[in-house]
């Protein structure tokens, strides 16, 4: 598989961004990363600073579908990537939201975001294999490669998830892929959210081919518990009546069911849009093991995902809410972010919980120093995105 710029060419934009970082670093100015500009309101504001485009450099470089690895660009369409995947039959196992018709495959990585399915296959993180980068000095380096057991010394290519652009330039990375499931059922129902985290957390527990959930309901009352089963199609054959019996649960039509976990990937469900203007709609990571939780001043619906470990909230915006939405994680051993908020929201406001108030991720501030000192000693990356 070529890509769709030459290697003549694609050096050529290589030595563009260096000189862009290069003086940037002299000048003492940050560049602002981008490419289809589908998450630049994902993190906090990175405001005027220059834009250093990515989209020119793009292309898959190489993909190996009986190695189950894709090597892309960064400016690479992630939907041009699917397409490449869906004729082999593969799939990008993490599935990277795109909000929006122009996400990139540097994009979904910088922003380190997994949709649905992360419960049962792990994080964005977990499938990236290598990557190629421009760091703040204009280094051309490269870490890891194209398979899973390759890694000498720390593992540079893994910090570049949910790095936001504020690390480096990622110019390549080769990530795993996965066959698409033989079969997929989805099964819905209505359940309180105590009785679906409770028989949920079970199931996980178990050989069932459970692939995702979500509960979509009043903190208060009872909500629908959809739940997707992915794998051998004699293994769901099996599980459907031993699940339906516990929860009397339903079979969703096959496109019903497609629309409603794409439209959760992508956020397009009215429970995660329509936010007010004085609203933030609010992310809470949350251990395995927590139960519901009572969310002071908001009646509005909650959405849980990944068995209830994420679970989305729309309430008002303003610091103090945010205080207690942190508090709130906090006592669970978890953490809270403002991900997405309404027009009438202050833009500039912190949208991430600092290290420094996560009690177990104290000593991550210092690594985190020493990593930006060592690949952007000038600060050319330093736009604020992430703490």
């Not at 289809?36 to 292309?59: E, I, Q, V």
């Not at 470089?61 to 397409?83: D, F, M, N, R, S």
């Not at 994080?123 to 870490?143: C, E, H, M, T, Y």
Request: aromatic share 6%; glycine share 8%.
């Amino acid at each position: 598989m070529g890509a769709s710029n030459s290697r003549s060419s694609m050096n050529m934009h290589i030595d563009l961004f260096r000189e862009q970082i290069l003086t940037a670093a002299k000048n003492k100015t940050s560049l602002s990363i981008e490419g289809g500009g589908t998450k630049s309101w994902y993190g906090n504001t990175p405001n005027t600073f220059s834009k250093l485009d990515t989209r020119a450099y793009s292309g898959i470089l190489e993909y190996q579908p009986e190695e189950l690895v894709i090597t892309a660009c960064a400016g690479t369409p992630l939907k041009e990537i699917e397409a490449v995947l869906a004729e082999k039959n593969q799939i990008l196992a993490f599935e990277p939201p795109h909000f929006g018709e122009h996400a990139t495959f540097g994009g979904a990585i910088a922003a380190g975001l997994a949709g649905p399915n992360r419960i049962s296959v792990g994080n964005l993180r977990d499938f990236v294999l290598g990557a190629r980068i421009l760091d703040g000095k204009g280094q051309n380096l490269s870490f890891g490669g194209q398979v899973m057991k390759n890694v000498a010394g720390y593992d540079v290519s893994r910090l570049m998830p949910g790095s936001m652009g504020t690390l480096a330039l990622l110019l390549e990375a080769s990530v795993k892929v996965l066959p698409k499931p033989a079969a997929t059922t989805t099964l819905r129902c209505q359940i309180s959210q105590e009785k679906a985290l409770r028989i949920l957390n079970e199931w996980a527990g178990q050989p069932l081919p459970l692939s995702a959930s979500c509960w979509i309901g009043n903190v208060s009352g009872d909500g629908q518990l959809t739940i997707r089963l992915a794998g051998a199609a004699a293994a769901i054959k099996a599980a459907i009546p031993f699940m339906c019996s516990l929860v009397n649960a339903s079979e969703v039509e096959p496109q019903s069911a497609e629309v409603f976990w794409n439209n959760l990937r992508e956020h397009q469900l009215s429970s995660l849009e329509n936010i007010a203007a004085d609203q933030t709609l609010y992310r809470l990571s949350l251990p395995a093991a927590c139960g519901p939780l009572t969310i002071p001043g908001t009646s509005n619906e909650i959405v849980l995902e990944w068995h209830g470990q994420q679970r989305w909230i729309k309430a008002a915006g303003d610091e103090d809410t945010f205080t207690l939405m942190k508090q709130l994680a906090s006592s669970h051993g978890g953490h809270a972010t403002r991900f997405k908020q309404g027009m009438n929201v202050n833009p500039v406001f912190q949208r991430f919980t600092l290290l420094s108030e996560q009690v177990y991720s104290k000593a991550l501030e210092a690594v985190q120093e020493r990593l930006r000192s060592a690949f952007d000693p000038a600060g050319v990356f330093a736009t604020k995105r992430l703490p």
